[in-house]
C-alpha cells in the first residue's frame, strides 16, 4: 500500500513511470491527520501543508524553512507527513525536526511508535518506518523564539537546497539544538558544535539577549562545517557546502543569540 | 480504471481514468479542456495551474482518481464565450503573451493571488507567480499584467469577472 499526501513528490515519480504502486491511499482529506495541537508542546498533525505553516507553525524555524518551498502551488499541497515519507537529506523541514528534537508518531494496525527523528532517518531516503505505518504527526516541546532555518540555493523559489541549517535556541530548557541539511546521507547534528554554543549562553546568560563576539560565531560555524559529511554532486561540491556551512554557522548563531 | 464524479468549472462530469492519471492528463483527455498546459509534469512550470476546491495547485500534481467528489476550475471558467476577464485583458494589453504556453498557468495564479490580496505589491506578485515559469517574457509585462488586472478589479469590483 503506498500512501498519497499532497502528491508532490510522490505524482512526479507515478508521471515519470518510476513507481507503479498497485494500491494508492490518498491521506489528504482525513481531517484528524491536519490538526495542529499547541500547549507547550505541539503535535502537528503529517497532514498539515506548508502554507499552513506560514500562518502558524509551533516553531518558527519551521515556519521559515516552510517559506523556503518551493511555490504556492507547491506549498498548498506538500506536506510534513510527505517530507518525512520521502525522507530527503534535502527535506527542508528535517534539520528543524533534527534541531527540535521533534518525534516522529508512526501508527499501524499494530499500534503507535514514537520515533525520536535523531533515530527516524536511516539514509538518503530511507527511514526506520515499516511499509505497514503511517506517519501520524511530529511532536515536540515549545522552544520559544529564538531559532531560525537558512539554505544556500541558486534561487529563492523552487530550487533544491544545497546546504541547510536550522539552529533552535530553547532558553528555557537550556538547550541548543543544530540540523544540517543536505550535507550527508542523513540529517547530521554537530554535537561539538552545540556544546560550544551552549558554553556561549552559559556564560552569556540564557535568559537574555546577546551579541556574540565575531571570533565566537566564526568558531561555531567552524564546528558546523566540521561535522557535515558533503559530497560533491550536481548541486554543489563539499567544498562549497562545508564554506555555506561555516557561514551559515555563524550567522545563525549572531541572529539567534539576539533574540529573548 | 476508475470512475469518477468531478465537478469541473460548475459542471458535473463523470469519467473513467486510469489508476495512476493525473488531473491533468484527465483534463486535457477526457474532459475535452486542453487550456491547462502539459510542460514538464514534474511541478517545475506551472503552466497547468488550476483551482482544487479553491486552492491553487499543479493539475499535474494531483491523482485523478483523488478528485472524485470534489470541484475543479480551470483556465476554460474564465471568459465569458469570447469576452475575456479582466485578468486575461490585462495579459493581452500588456503584451504579457508571446508564445502563450505559459499564460493559462499564470492567469489561473493571478487569479488566486488578487482573490487573497487585492493589492499585492511588487515583490508579493513575484513571490505568488514564483512557481509559473515563462520563457519568452523576462516577466517584466507579467508582473505589470498583474498590476493592471489589480487596479481593474479593484475599482470595478470582481462582477468584472
Ligand atoms: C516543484 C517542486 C519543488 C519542491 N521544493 C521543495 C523544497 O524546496 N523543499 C523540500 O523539502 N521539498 C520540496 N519538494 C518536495 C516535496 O514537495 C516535499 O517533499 C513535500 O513535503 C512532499 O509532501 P507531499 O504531501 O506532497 O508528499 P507525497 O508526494 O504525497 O508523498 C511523498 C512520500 O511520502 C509518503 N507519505 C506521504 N505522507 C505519508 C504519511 N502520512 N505516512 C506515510 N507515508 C507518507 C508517500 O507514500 C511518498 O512516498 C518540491 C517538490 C516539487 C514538485
Ligand atoms: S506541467 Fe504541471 S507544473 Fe509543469
Ligand atoms: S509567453 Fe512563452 S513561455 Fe511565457
Redesign the interface.
Known sequence: MTV?A???DL??E???GRR?PEH?V?I?RVGELAGIERNGHVRMGAGVTYTRMLADAGSQALAEAARTI?????R??GTIGGNLGTASPAGDTLPVLAALEATVVLRSKAGERRVPFADYMTGPKKSVRRADELIVAAEWDEAGPAQTYMFVSTR???AISIAGLAMVVDRARKRVGIGLGSCGPTIIRPADAEGFARGLFDEAGWERPHRPSESAAKELGRLVAAAARPIDDVRGTAAYRRHALAVMGARALSRVAQIA | MTRITVTVNGAREETAVE??E?LLTTLRERLGLPGSKNAC????C?SC?VLLDD????A????A??VDGREVRTVESLADGSALDPVQRAFVETGAVQCGFCTPGLVV?TH?LLRENPEPSLAEIR??L???LCRCTGYGQIVEAVQRAAKTMYLHGLDDE
Not at chain 2, 509534469?41 to 517545475?44: F, R
Open positions: 498519497l499532497g502528491g508532490t505524482m512526479v507515478l508521471n515519470f507503479r494508492i490518498a489528504d518551493g511555490s504556492p502551488q507547491i498548498n499541497a529563492n523559489a523552487m | 489508476a495512476h493525473s509534469e514534474q511541478g517545475e506551472g495551474s486552492v491553487l495547485v499543479c499535474c500534481l494531483v491523482l482518481a483523488s495564479a488566486a513571490e505568488a514564483s512557481g509559473n
